[in-house]
């Protein structure tokens, strides 16, 4: 199971921390990816983190805006956003790869951004 | 990046009937060295996350009734709905995780007739 924090209101130029807190399985075991998707539209893939070592792959576009982190301590994983723009408006989801590829077989809640000056 | 084009984009089919979808991927997703095909369907409610329902582009997840099927190969996957039920209602997507960044289909919205 995946619990994300709550919905955010930020203004443009803002940054967001969205966390997503794993539960009923091994954390490290699994890559944890983020998805978002905009009113009306499909799933973006905006990166994944790998709790056993950190490593993380960013989608390009967000690259220098993005920072993905875990702590596993409290097998919580977290998403900073930087530089937020309307267009960055969306639901955030936060997903588990399954069988460790990048399909995902366990889905957060979701948490919509809203970025509005 | 790997572009994912659904068909059609909206799709209405009666109560018991055969619902197919489609899906072309602008380079192959078949992986030489395991000979799998790195492709995967969701199926999206409103309100809801997506929720995965086949994975290597015919292997159907756990819990997943069998009246969802999936095939293809290479650049093009069908999703297949065998009889459709009033539950099915949703968007469905492909998704492409043969390379980085993972790209999703843009949705086929399935409604009932």
């Known amino acids: 199971q995946l619990v994300q924090s709550g919905a955010e209101v930020k203004k443009p130029g803002a940054s967001v921390i969205l966390s997503c807190k794993a539960s009923?399985?091994?954390?490290?075991?699994?890559?944890i990816a983020w998805v978002r998707q905009a009113p009306g539209q499909g799933p973006q893939w905006m990166g994944l983190?790998?709790?056993?070592?950190?490593?993380?792959n960013y989608a390009e576009r967000l690259q220098g805006r993005v920072t993905m982190t875990t702590d596993t301590s409290t097998g919580t994983v977290y998403m900073e956003l930087r530089s937020l723009r309307s267009d960055d408006t969306a639901v955030y989801y936060c997903?588990?790869?399954?069988?460790?590829?990048?399909?995902?077989?366990?889905w957060g809640q979701g948490a919509l951004v809203s970025v509005s000056s | 990046d790997i572009v994912m084009t659904q068909s059609p984009e909206s799709l209405t089919v009666s109560l018991g009937e055969r619902a197919t979808i489609n899906c072309k991927s602008s380079?192959?997703?078949?992986?030489?060295?395991?000979?799998?095909?790195?492709l995967a369907w969701y199926q999206q409610k409103p309100g809801q996350p997506p929720k995965l329902l086949i994975y290597?582009?015919?292997t159907r997840e756990s819990g997943v009734p069998d009246r969802f099927s999936g095939s293809g190969s290479g650049t093009d996957f069908t999703l297949t709905i065998s009889s459709l039920q009033a539950e099915d209602v949703a968007v469905y997507y492909c998704?492409?995780?043969?390379?980085?960044?993972?790209?999703f289909g843009q949705g086929t919205r399935l409604e009932i007739k």
């Open positions: 998704q492409q995780y043969y390379s980085s960044p993972i790209t």
């Open positions: 997903a588990r790869e399954g069988h460790g590829y990048s399909f995902f077989d366990s």
């Open positions: 009923g399985y091994t954390f490290i075991k699994y890559g």
């Open positions: 290597w582009a015919s």
């Open positions: 983190i790998y709790p056993d070592s950190g490593r993380t």
């Open positions: 380079q192959g997703v078949l992986y030489d060295s395991d000979n799998k095909n790195y």
